[in-house]
């Protein structure tokens, strides 16, 4: 073990050993139980019940195919295709557990208690079977399992032995079976869960700290999480020295020392990581854990994430001063990534009652999580664009099976979650829900009711008899001294604390009544990097327009079941035609004007210049569905808009020039564009060079790439100067391409090299052309930083 290595392991392990039971400090704060809150009649009742019939729409039985298939037992309906089917099998059964197990907690439907049952048991056999406590989708896990126990592996961003994120896989597993018990008091569940924990332990009983360590290089989801939970639920120190086993040192070791070290580095990959950080920091009494969790939210909530709470460009962290991507790409903030911020703002709150976790909580829950799901049918978003006028896709109940949809199932089914918490003797009212809380300990029944966000107050009503302190959050939204609060038609002060808390302590009897007014306000956010994009927000909520940028096109808007279905991937529109704020100054908030009769609905006549300018409307976003639109809008004086408009244009021109030629294309080294091309190696390896990803391997690495026009002319690659000397082959579909011997003769750090395709190849390919990069004995394959397929010859 590597001596650094070695001393954080110690003094970790003297920390876990001084907790009694294995919790040293508990929250001062606790979330009320799930199934004691009931939400009233709002966009979020509407979205767990659309939730609701999506989640019974899934078919277990083909949700619980991989399971069978792994344990040698019968399949009772094929698995789903999708990630179900191409190395991520089993994934989605994990959390479509949970989701059963949130959605039997925030409604008590006898009908879901009875399919989580079904579910459990089913999974009970196939861990039976097994024999030996494991339980897993994944394909052919048995061996890869056995290798990594004898200490072989070859682990890199996103594999382990050739297999796709087996420890992430599993831990929806994990995830699933502690939720059943937590939240549906399914006791199989609980031994289960212990079982496969136990299996766990034995697994990695002879790795050393080095070679864990070197297998969390692969995303392995919140494991240190869920085992920690474990710990807790048993009270036995064993699991929780193996959950500090599973956290990544090189990325808690930064965080300890308030590093930013973010920039490049899978974006949910790191959450659940730094979830966990907290989640022992907590149980162990480690500030230093804790500090760096606090850290690690701190950085990205105030530099990287934009108005809806969301973060990163193709999933992965950009730099925090510089958010181009933002608007140049398509693959915006990634679902998943909010859904774990919540789960990580929640632990800090809990620890920490600060009001700027619970305003980061209201920004993402209604811009973000609850924008995510298709109105009615369902479905689910996995990237959502800022850049102007492009449009989101759905995932189908039958078809998309991506990490947003387990994710969003959990997600709208738990909303319920965070509405209130509770101190000894204190009731923190944290979101202006319409919901009906039990106090149980209490003997007290606490009614919110309310039209938030469509109105700016809400009302709340205490059945039963008790003395405690009402905590009414004071929003950053709500000017100073605005905030009004009656206790039974009277005022009281609305100052905030410096928890940015309104207290109001009293006995209360049966029948008080609390009044909060919460006035809003629109106002303008710009994009973090001070770029010249800006966000329009009344109150908490993100305003966006419908556009139409292109006449008489007809968009899909339900993603199919390809591997890169999730992206929408429609045309395009150049950034000079997005609609554009337009004023000698920024101070024209008084030209929005509200539409009669519809709710959080404005104009701004004479202040948007574009196509369809005049009919451009301002709305919530998550009412927002199957249209292009506009959240970030360039702002430009009169004098300077063509000028700035032809700075965009020549901006954008030579690389939409080039995405108009580009059939399919890869980026190495980063995880979902290689998943999705079915990336092979053997001696891999990836990492950042100057912010880029590359890919190389000692061997062979491999993309499968579709042409299914055989248009493809040219196969053009990036290289590095400072790669010089490699000698490797380029092959397609097993001929050989190119032999090449990189050069240092570029001027910049960073080249394309083209290679024209044989057109006997491409006609002979039939739709699908595997690249190969073989290392030449002695040398490595790559570093290769970019991949496009072409259908022209270069000129």
Known sequence: MKPRLRRLAAVTLIAVTSAVAGIVNAAPLKLFPLQDVRLGASPFLEAQQTDLHYMMEMDPDRLLAPFLREAGLPLKKPTYGNWESSGLDGHMGGHYLSALALMFASTGDAEVKQRLDYFVAQLKRCQEKNGNGYLGGIPEGSAVWQAIARGEMKADNFSVNGKWVPWYNLHKVYAGLRDA?????????????????????ALSAHLTDEQMQNMLR??????????ADVAEMTGQKKYLDLAVRFSHQAVLRPLEEKQDKLTGLHANTQIPKVIGFKRIGDMTGRRDWQQAAQFFWQTVHDHRTVAIGGNSVKEHFHASNDFTSMIDEVEGPETCNTYNMLKLTELLFLGDARGSYTDYYERALYNHILSSQRPNTGGFVYFTPMR?????????????????????????????????AHGKDALYVNLFIPSTLKWKE???????????????????????NGKFAMKIRYPSWVARGAMQVTVNGRAVAAKPGADSYVSVERQWQSGDKVEVKLPMTTWLEQMPDKSNYYAVLHGPIVLAAKTAPIAGEKLSFLADDSRMGHIASGPVCPLESAPTLVSDTKDFMDRFKPVPGHPLTFTAPGLVQGKDAGSVVFMPFFRLHDARYVMYWPYSTPANLQAMQARAAEGEKERLALNALTIDQVAPGEQQPESDHFFKSDGGDAGINQGRHWRHATGWFSYDLTDKKAEARTLRLTYAKGDAGRKFDILVNGELLAQVVLGDQADQPFYTVDYPLPPTLVAAARGKLVVKFVARAGSVAGGLYGLRLLRSYPK
């Open 181 to 201: 018990y937590k939240y549906a008091g399914n006791e199989d569940a609980r031994t289960m869960l212990i079982a496969l924990s136990d299996w766990a332990l």
């Open 218 to 227: 692969a995303e392995h989801g919140g494991m240190n999480e869920v085992l």
């Open 388 to 420: 102007p006028n492009h449009y989101r896709v759905y995932s189908q109940v039958d078809q998309g099976m991506w990490c947003c949809v387990g994710s969003g199932i959990e997600s709208h089914a738990k909303y319920g979650e965070f509405i209130y």
């Open 442 to 464: 209490k003997n007290l029944t606490i009614t919110q009711t309310s039209q938030f966000p469509d109105q700016d107050r809400s009302t709340i009503t205490v059945t039963g």
